[in-house]
């Protein structure tokens, strides 16, 4: 008994030895921080909505100087920033798309659409104007109209979330041209 369970472990390591040796051989890797090509960024443009707020956060915490639109200088006190992200729409849109035989609301589509660009201080376009759009379904009730709307919040800061990691990921992506 006992040597048919060492054997069996034997088995499973080197099953698991040979799955990791296969992954290493494809280049698979984790994703890692993104390393952006500039280190100060001014945000302009919707900067107070909920989806700039969080990627202000997000450009911080991965190591960028993000500068407001209303101050002209950089916390270090350097010179004007490398690039500038102008946020052009952030927008929540809320519709109902399916009903009842009495008309009442059964089903609701949750979007938020965020419309940014990115350039250098000379007005060299780094990324186009770009819209993302996300879409999420909600089930509604009526009779449990308090969670619903707190279920509708979450999604809207989820599709806040997986916009900001778009952004960034774009914003990774832009090298030194």
Same mark, same amino acid.
């Given at each position: 008994?006992? $040597? ?139 009779? $449990? ?33």
């Amino acid at each position: 008994m006992r $040597a048919a369970a060492t054997r069996r472990r034997a088995g499973l390591g080197l099953l698991l030895a040979a799955g990791t040796a296969a992954l290493a051989g494809c280049g698979f890797q984790l994703r890692q921080a993104p390393r952006f090509a500039f280190d100060t960024l001014r945000l302009a443009g919707s900067e107070t909505t909920p989806v700039a707020l969080e990627l202000r956060r997000q450009l911080r915490l991965n190591g960028l100087t993000v500068i407001g639109s209303d101050s002209p200088t950089n916390a270090a006190g350097d010179a004007a920033p490398q690039v500038v992200l102008t946020v052009l729409q952030d927008q929540r849109e809320r519709r109902a798309v399916g009903q009842t035989a009495a008309g009442q609301v059964r089903e609701l589509q949750l979007r938020t659409r965020f419309r940014f660009r990115l350039r250098t201080l000379a007005g060299r376009d780094l990324i186009d104007e770009t819209e993302l759009l996300l879409e999420r379904d909600l089930s509604f009730s009526e009779t $449990a109209v308090l969670s619903k709307a707190s279920e509708e919040e979450r999604l809207y800061l989820d599709m806040a979330d997986d916009i900001v990691q778009q952004v960034i990921r774009r914003l990774a992506a832009v090298g030194t041209r």
